[in-house]
């Protein structure tokens, strides 16, 4: 009995005495230099948050180093939200992380080299440790002697993988060029870098993109008012609280929580999707988008390969023993990196392809299949995963039923439709192009005598439309007392609705060359623009033959009524013309690079720079605006529109139009901003045949200051920045489009004291090549051209 008791006593003792060497964390958050963390230890942070240690996967003996939340259960929300060798993982358990000699952090082990984290060294004799903090981030610092925090070297925050954390950035260090980014993992498996990545836009807007493969596959759309304008939802947790920051060293997004919450990240899954906390928010899948069932939500389908199956079609996990296939199947080299989303974009589009799998273990490697046989049995993977193409399927009979009721209701209502529509038409209550228009623009079905079913429709709750009466009463029966103007769509009249709100109407003249085209045009386009320096449509009205715009009232009305009037322009000082300039460069280059649609105006003129209370201009007039593509340079129409004097060269003699064309009406504007006259002032000279030809001879000959507008008081330190927008005037009105500056080079030619401008070339239109001489320009016809005054439409034959 004695024996027996003294065996368990030893028995103890060792356990006691080999409890500690085996514990698995370490009670600090800092590892020191000289110190070393194991590979069965753990780092926690202060309120432990978060724990750093190495680890394995599911079906691997790789080992990665890792930062995790600290959390007591095992479940998706345990998952490593950093991993610091996803790259190189480590074959055994050998694993050593230490900050050596000269500071630097690295992963020892017994097979292969070192794995350096952090390349910057410490200054000598100083003393480096690495701290995990609650935030997530793992920060290596110099130690001050007095043992106070000092340089940061190296932080995990600087290279995430696939997890946003709150804090962290989705941007780029201008001043170092480093970027900040989400990659996905391979596989669920192997945490190498996947086909997805998350960042900020390179090109300098403030929108996030996923790319997959380098193409852009999802975009947030630019960040407006606090959301992002094509996922108005994100962040989905009320939560959560996303922000940008933009300034000379970084542009970058990060999200806060509002109160404290645990697990609180965003994560980049290997299919692309972006998951907020514990949940997919934003999801492009292969099937969805070739079945065009998304696109609204930034997903953009056109980077994927064409699709030759139609709608309906899907692929399905089998998780059994597959059929043998005749052929073996291709097998994608290895080298490519390929995660199932990959193997599945190859399948579809692939159309003999009837399968797909990954081959390796951890669900890399891809081989798809083209034809089974019933033969036999074997299993192609070790997990018996893959995927089958699935088809709709319907016993034919039901579907020449369905054809056949729809035949017979398509053709009734088509019948009725066409009938009640001929005898509304011959009552004179609707015309055929409004109707259409006013239904794809979302008015009331009772105006429209449309169901609304089958179609989708272009409703927006920004755009009001107004009753015909409504808009009587607020114009006093369209009094010659409340016109304001008029322009080549027709007058103007200022109006008062029934909440007293200032608007001005526009009515669509009876003898406007301008019709539905320009109306839909102007509607459709200024209601989806929302800028400072944009005129804001209120709504419209349609009744019978009348078309009717409701604006936002400009009490000061127009650039020209105040440039081109000698009692008027003395009120526009040179601080002023300054932000009139100003303005209408932002508005422009907002249209031209930032809005959600590149717009080219092609009708810029004074007359169509509206001024409000304080003088702030606003771009008006979008009925001869233009949608174009965003890799489109230029594009081609038979109808020339807009102000002679004001179109550039290309677009007046070939209909060729491009940003560029506006960009030389601005150059118009802006000299006669300078000059205080109207372009066409020159018509009856026997010198140059209009301001940009008189601005030529003046700059040629060094007296461009004589250009600058009597009127107007300029000091001295203004002298620099007029002759500058007059030197910017002519570059924006040469010949060649290629040689005119864009509107962001016009905005940093202006402003940027230190830009060096280019050689000024002989301007378009100058004397010997004008494509209108001086005796046409003075004997100019009201029905064929305009000066200044209306806009001009070719109109093509209906």
Known sequence: MEEI?????????????????????????????????????????????????FFSLRNSRNRYLGIFYNSRYIDERNREVWVANRNTPISDSSSILQIDEFGKLIISRTAGSPIILSSAEARTGSNVSATLYDSGNFVLREVNSDGSKSRVLWQSF?????????????????????????????SDENPAPGSFKLGLDPNGSSRLIIWWRGSVFWTSGLWQNGHFELAPNLPFDQNLVFSYISNENEKYFMFSAKRNSTGSRYVIDLNGVLKENYGAILMCSIESLHNKNQNEFGCVPEILPNNCRGNGYWFQLKNVRVY????????????????????????????????YASINKDGTCCKIWS??????????????????????????????????????????TSSLYYFIHRKRRIAGEIDEELEILLYELGAPTSLTGKSGKGRERNKSEELHFFSYESIVNATNNFSVANKLGEGGFGPVFKGKLHDNQEVAIKRLSQNSGQGVIEFKNEVMLIAKLQ???????????????????????????????FLFDSDKKHTLDWKKRLDIIEGVVQGLLYLHKYSRLRIVHRDLKASNILLDAEMNPKISDFGMARIVGPDECQANTKRVVGTYGYMSPEYAMEGIFSTKSDVYSFGVLLLEIVSGRKNNSFCHSDGPINLVGHAWELWRKGRSLELIDSMSILGDESCEIVERCIHVGLLCV????????????????????????????????????????ADQLAECIPEHCSLNKMSISDMDAR
């Open 5 to 53: 008791i003294n065996s368990l006593l030893c028995i103890s003792c060792f356990i006691l005495v080999t409890i500690p060497c085996y514990s698995a964390t370490i009670t600090t958050n800092t590892l020191l230099q000289g110190q070393q963390l194991k590979d069965w230890e753990y780092l926690v942070s202060e309120e432990a948050t978060f724990r750093l240690g």
């Open 158 to 186: 600087d290279y995430p993988t696939d997890t946003l954390l709150p804090g962290m950035k989705l941007g780029i260090n201008l001043s170092t060029g480093q970027t900040w980014s989400l990659t996905s993992w391979i």
């Open 324 to 355: 043998e296939y005749l052929s073996e199947g291709y097998k994608f080299d290895d080298s490519q990196n390929m995660s199932i989303f990959d193997c599945q974009s190859v399948c579809w589009a692939n159309c003999s392809c009837i399968a």
């Open 371 to 412: 034809k089974i046989s019933f033969s036999k049995y074997y299993s192609v993977t070790n997990n018996d995963e893959v995927y089958f193409l699935e088809s709709p399927k319907a016993k034919w009979w039901i579907w020449l039923i369905v054809a056949i009721v729809g035949f017979v209701v398509m053709l009734t």
């Open 531 to 561: 800028h400072k320096n944009l005129v804001r449509i209120i709504g419209c009205c349609i009744h019978k033959q009348e078309k009717i715009l409701i604006y936002e009232y400009m009490p000061n009305k127009s650039l020209d009524f």
């Open 734 to 773: 040469e010949e060649n489009p290629m040689d005119r500056p864009s509107m962001l080079e016009v905005m940093s030619m202006i402003y940027n004291e230190s830009y060096n401008l280019p050689q000024l070339k002989q301007p378009a239109f100058h004397k010997g090549t004008n494509f209108l001489q």
